[in-house]
């Protein structure tokens, strides 16, 4: 019978060393979390003496084993280790809790072991009370059924931090017991809705823990609510990307508890600082890896704001040797107040009000705004700019308008004859002009789209206006017109290869699909510079305006605006090239044909111009002044007056006999536009420099971009571009400041500058009742030191960054012009605008700041 019982325990302990082995392999699969949760706290005795507690909390059914096992064949017992450097351990280590011993049938035999919780406390002496004391406890938890791996984990005491004032008796050398009454009480915690991992003024948690977790809300409309969490990295330390694969570290998940006053917008948004890719030796795949900071964003739709949004983030902290317990961290918001609060274990909530409340702490651009007048007017009437969503026809409708401005800029308008000129050759029957139509015409809608919204949700708000401002890819539209131009005149052809030819011949019975794509995807790059400011305003407004979604995470808004934009800009072109004879009733050959080109040619240079100086202007090159390029475009209308008059000719000119009454008047038209662009080198009595043509206006530099009257100010007003040193010269004076959101590149802002700010009456208030900043979002010089935008997240390098950045966080735009009026104290004095070619209404908003201050001060 003892041999058969003897056996009978042998197969037992086989049994569950089999068992553990299989729950070793399991747990990586299935990802169980531990069941204990760790906290501690110091009782301090002496300057050298602390009794260091660590505390063991369990979930139901689990328990954990005694440090004093007799046996090697049981389950593994906890080890607790000091690192010797700091500590150095007086006595045996006390243990206590629920605890419970006999008869364990999983092990067949007799343990110790705790349910619910459990504490060690040791006392140690310390060498250096200012540094931390470390080191690991080693233990294994078991349920009814299993067991899980013995896991070790670091921690660390600060003897200063984590004291708790406390009574504990302590044994004299006599034997005899003295109660000693601990007057050092907790270090209060500084908390601002940071949990690095939930605390309480009782105990401090997770032990070594490199993250410090913060939770914020932005109001993006009036029902659409965006809930962050965003934490800090040790170094040294990461987490793991929402999409890590199984079989891997625990992947961070944001999981908001289902309920019925919100439903979800979207998918959970990853972004950080420095986020890596690449193989992991310790989990021997591929991951996704955030350091240095990290931050995950839900956009919910709120139904019931009255009710609590409930939710929790589960993450794991690895370093190149070991990864921490998964952690769990709670938090709630009412979207009714814009409260948000991280909650700790003991139910302890740390709540901040961050509803609208990004103001770009800890970056150059903090900044506070008192927005109680941010919508009103001087008329009394308080328009909420944010009350619904937009209807989607009206998004459209906003769209077509923003397409049909487009047309009339000076990056589109031209491009019309060149592509008629393109489907005339083209088109050897009606039927093939128009089918290329309008196949060119939903070319241009499809880019727009796709374009607009990838770059959008990739490279962040303000991308498509830096985009438009690039200088290198302005030179390279200008070097591409200036090669087109000289195609024009003649002295070579652009042809494509002859395997591209024939290939394009072979699919002439296809529609020649890809040869009309590509010459609507070369419109859309060679125009950006002129639409990309219309597309990102355009795209804020429909974003922020809330509505329905496409497959459920799809904003339809933005694809409705866009679609609207790129009909509009598609019309024209697809209409007029499947009617050239409407747009202009020319034969069908001739040597007019020549001289259509020779002038496009012209013209291509004139507008090379205009994308070199956009690169001069945002890199402060000065290599393109005013008077140079105006210079340069009368030169380009005196040379068309002289090729019309026959005066000189290019290759493939003949000579003209006779001039025709037609030639003569386009002579006599280009002699006219030659001197009034000349009237552009007339000086102006207020701005002290030139005054630029009304018709030139945004296309040519600003008159101060000059060598002979140079201005660092718009008509020489006395402006600041640093918004903080702005603000210091309002208080001294004590007068509002006009923040001029602008752009080297923004041809709406040169018409602002030109045609509004320049007239009687406004002139003056700016000059005489305003401090005024104005801030180039298009600055390509470097900042001292680049930061990361609390916007999105996104590493900011150069002046223009910043200052795209402040508007987006404080004002939600990426557009310019926009016009905010404030006082020095930051208080909002009403309603900002942006383009507002109305002199008079511009002259009300100034005045009406003015009022607003005067009454306020």
Known sequence: MDFIKNSLNSIGKISLFVAMFFA??????????????????????????????????????????SQYLVGEDGPQKTMIKFDKANATLQGKIEESGHKKEGYDELFAMNVIKFYDYVEFTSLVKVKDNSKPVTGTVFYMT??????????????????????????????NNDGSVLEIENTTTAATPVIDAIASAPSSDKETSDFVNPTAWSISTKKVSERELEISLSTKIQDGWNIYSQNTPEGGPIPTTLTLEAADNFILKGKVKETGSKMVSGYEPIFEMKLTKFKHDATFTQTIEIIDPSKKVKGSLEYQACDDSKCLNPTLVNFEVDPASGTAAIIDDSGLKTEVNTSNSNTGNGTPVAFSFDRQNENHSCDNIHQDVSTASMSLWWIFVLGFAGGLLAILTPCVFPMIPLTVSYFTKGAKDKKKGLRDALLYGLSIIVIYIAIGLIVTSVFGADALNQLSTNPWLNIGFCILFIIFAFSFFGYYEITLPASWVNSSDKAADKGGLIGIFFMAFTLSLV??????????????????????TLFGRIPLAPLVGMFGFSLALALPFAFFAAFPAWLHALPKSGSWMNTVKVSLGFIEIALALKFLSIADLTM???????????????????????????????????????????????????????????????KDNVSETFKTPNLLSGIAPPAG??????????????????FYQAVEVAKKFNKPILVDFTGYGCVNCRRMEDLVWSKPGVFELIKNEYVLVSLYTDDKKPLEKSYISTFDGREMKTVGNKWADFE??????????????????????????????????????????????KKTN
């Open 24 to 65: 070793l392999i399991g747990s990586s699969v299935a990802q169980i979390n531990d069941p204990v949760k760790w906290s501690k706290h110091v009782v301090k005795i002496s300057d050298s003496e602390y009794k260091l507690v660590l505390r063991g909390t369990l979930d139901h059914e689990w328990n954990i084993y």
């Open 527 to 548: 125009s950006f510079s002129c639409t990309g400011p219309i597309i990102g305003s355009l795209l804020v407004q429909t974003v922020t305006g809330g509505g329905d």
């Open 808 to 853: 987006a966080i404080h004002f939600n735009r990426n557009s310019q012009p926009f016009y905010v009026l404030i006082s020095p104290d930051g208080k909002l004095l009403n309603k900002p605008v942006a383009y507002t070619p109305d002199v008079d209404e511009y002259k009300k908003f100034l005045q009406c700041g003015v009022d607003q201050f």
């Open 620 to 682: 402060g090159w000065k290599i393109l002044p005013y008077e140079l390029f105006l210079g340069v475009w009368v030169l380009c209308a005196l040379a068309l007056f002289a090729y019309f008059m026959d005066w000189f000719r290019f290759p493939h000119d003949t000579k003209v006999e006779k001039l025709s009454t037609s030639r003569l008047i386009l002579a006599l038209g280009s002699l006219a536009v030659a001197i009034y662009m000349s009237t552009g080198f007339m």
């Open 142 to 171: 078991c349920d009814n059924e299993q067991c899980l791996p013995p896991k070790e984990v670091a921690f660390s005491f600060d003897l200063n931090k984590d004291a708790q004032g406390r009574t504990f008796k302590k044994k």
């Open 705 to 722: 971009h000059s060598y002979i009257y140079p201005k660092e100010c718009p008509l020489d007003l006395e402006c600041y571009h640093d």
